[in-house]
């Protein structure tokens, strides 16, 4: 197991990609501590880690509260004397454009991303300083805080700039032993988080309509990434076997990203 006896905190732990990352940081022998605004959401996931014989703590906790924040992670310590491993990935969709975008919105937006992430670095890299430990952070970017997705202009403006925010605190954190990189997912196979939920207890209805079909098409691998797949990664950046990675992002994303503008994956060649 890679990461016994470690001390995780996941953001925003649906049981879409946070609860999977919990999920996999759990069975690589982190314990976890499962943050989400929603109480069912920390509640479900910590639980079902604690079912399965994991240790886990849920917090509900909105992360763009700085008291709130301070109290959680406070606890963290309190419940577990150390946090080694933090992941940013709270966030919520929201898809405007500039145009009919209201402030309020671009606010609160980009404000659970850029700042929900910069509340919990701050709180976690003191927390582990304060210790004299090391640590190691893993903030959770988007295809499309790489690329100009139209009419989603907070989001990836905002997953944009998480992307230097991770490079600035690497160079910040390095003297004090804490790591920081980022992992960019990208659209994601959705039977998992369905399948996931149904474990975590709850009854839902899975549609009919495979609506990332035509991501999938456009895909290089033609098909998507699951959230154990991001999982993986995380732990994997988490790990010893990362210990002189920092400052760097790593794309899970089946090809996204690196592929020739205009390339149709699926037909033989790009145009000439
Ligand atoms: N699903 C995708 O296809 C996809 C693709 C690329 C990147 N991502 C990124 O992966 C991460 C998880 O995405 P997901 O699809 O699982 O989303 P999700 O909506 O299922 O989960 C996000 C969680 O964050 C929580 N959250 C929102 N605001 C919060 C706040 N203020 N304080 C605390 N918790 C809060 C929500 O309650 C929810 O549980 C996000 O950062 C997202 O941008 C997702």
Redesign the pocket.
């Given at each position: 197991m890679k990461l016994l006896d470690r001390v995780a905190v996941i953001?925003?732990?649906?049981p879409?990609?946070?609860g999977g990352i919990a999920e996999a940081l759990a069975s690589e022998g982190a314990s976890i501590v499962a943050?989400?605004?929603?109480a069912e959401?920390a509640n479900d996931c910590a639980g079902y880690i604690e079912a399965i014989g994991g240790r886990a703590l849920p917090i509900t906790?909105?992360?763009?509260d700085e008291k709130q924040v301070a109290k959680s992670i406070a606890k963290v310590s309190e419940t577990f004397g150390k946090i080694d491993i933090l992941v940013n990935?709270?966030?919520?969709?929201n898809k405007k454009g500039v145009i009919d975008m209201p402030y309020d919105e671009w606010l609160s937006q980009t404000g659970?991303i850029l700042g929900?992430a910069f509340l919990c670095t701050k709180y976690v890299a003191r927390s582990i300083i304060d210790r004299k430990g090391v640590g190691t952070i893993i903030n959770?970017i988007?295809?499309a805080g790489h690329q100009g997705e139209p009419g989603n202009v907070a989001y990836s403006t905002a997953?944009s700039g998480l992307l230097n925010f991770t490079r600035s605190t690497a160079m910040e954190l390095a003297e004090h032993g804490i790591r920081v990189n980022s992992l960019t997912?990208?659209?994601?196979d959705r039977s998992e988080s369905f399948d996931r939920a149904e474990r975590w207890g709850r009854s839902i209805d899975r549609p009919e309509d495979d609506i990332m079909a035509s991501y999938r098409e456009r895909s290089p691998m033609q098909k998507l990434p699951r959230p154990s797949d991001y999982g993986r990664a995380v732990a994997f950046l988490a790990s010893d076997d990362a210990r002189m990675i920092t400052g760097t992002d790593l794309r899970v994303d089946a090809g996204a990203i690196a592929k020739y503008w205009p390339w149709e994956p699926g037909k033989q060649a790009s145009p000439q």
């Amino acid at each position: 197991m890679k990461l016994l006896d470690r001390v995780a905190v996941i953001t925003g732990t649906s049981p879409n990609i946070g609860g999977g990352i919990a999920e996999a940081l759990a069975s690589e022998g982190a314990s976890i501590v499962a943050i989400d605004a929603i109480a069912e959401n920390a509640n479900d996931c910590a639980g079902y880690i604690e079912a399965i014989g994991g240790r886990a703590l849920p917090i509900t906790c909105d992360v763009t509260d700085e008291k709130q924040v301070a109290k959680s992670i406070a606890k963290v310590s309190e419940t577990f004397g150390k946090i080694d491993i933090l992941v940013n990935n709270a966030a919520f969709y929201n898809k405007k454009g500039v145009i009919d975008m209201p402030y309020d919105e671009w606010l609160s937006q980009t404000g659970v991303i850029l700042g929900g992430a910069f509340l919990c670095t701050k709180y976690v890299a003191r927390s582990i300083i304060d210790r004299k430990g090391v640590g190691t952070i893993i903030n959770i970017i988007s295809t499309a805080g790489h690329q100009g997705e139209p009419g989603n202009v907070a989001y990836s403006t905002a997953k944009s700039g998480l992307l230097n925010f991770t490079r600035s605190t690497a160079m910040e954190l390095a003297e004090h032993g804490i790591r920081v990189n980022s992992l960019t997912p990208t659209a994601t196979d959705r039977s998992e988080s369905f399948d996931r939920a149904e474990r975590w207890g709850r009854s839902i209805d899975r549609p009919e309509d495979d609506i990332m079909a035509s991501y999938r098409e456009r895909s290089p691998m033609q098909k998507l990434p699951r959230p154990s797949d991001y999982g993986r990664a995380v732990a994997f950046l988490a790990s010893d076997d990362a210990r002189m990675i920092t400052g760097t992002d790593l794309r899970v994303d089946a090809g996204a990203i690196a592929k020739y503008w205009p390339w149709e994956p699926g037909k033989q060649a790009s145009p000439q």
